[in-house]
């Protein structure tokens, strides 16, 4: 099971920025960012994975244009450049991953990833 380690989260004020990394044990995998807030399911916010055909990418739509997934394959890291956040952005941050195919379509479902970080805080206020 790869093992992931998240950095990167903080305090921001709204409108702000922030950049969160994830970094894989090893292998290529499809790594997902979720959100959890207390009492709510995790919501996926973006996806990445990089294949022969290249890097294909995936947001929940009401992020897209805000935030940025990109995939440094050599590093084994997955970063989420956070834009122009909102107080709605605030939660704890997942870094989720899967060695196997997943439906483009299931991507940003967190019942379909085996192997989760520790999560980082977010906290964007006012």
């Known amino acids: 099971q790869v093992q992931l380690a998240e950095s990167g989260g903080g305090s921001v004020q709204a409108g702000g920025s922030l950049r969160l990394s994830c970094v894989a044990s090893g292998g290529n995998y499809r790594m997902t960012w979720f959100r959890q807030v207390p009492e709510t399911e995790g919501k996926g916010v973006a996806s990445?994975?990089?294949?022969?055909?290249?890097?294909?990418?995936y947001y929940t739509d009401s992020l897209k244009g805000r935030f940025t997934i990109s995939h440094d394959n050599a590093k084994n890291t997955v970063s989420l450049q956070m834009n122009n956040l909102k107080e709605d952005d605030t939660g704890i941050y997942y870094c989720?991953?899967?060695?196997?195919?997943?439906?483009?379509?299931?991507?940003?479902?967190?019942?379909?990833?085996?192997?989760w970080g520790q999560g980082t805080q977010v906290t964007v206020s006012s």
């Open positions: 990445v994975y990089t294949a022969g055909r290249g890097t294909r990418e």
């Open positions: 989720a991953a899967n060695a196997g195919w997943i439906d483009w379509r299931r991507l940003l479902q967190s019942i379909w990833y085996a192997s």
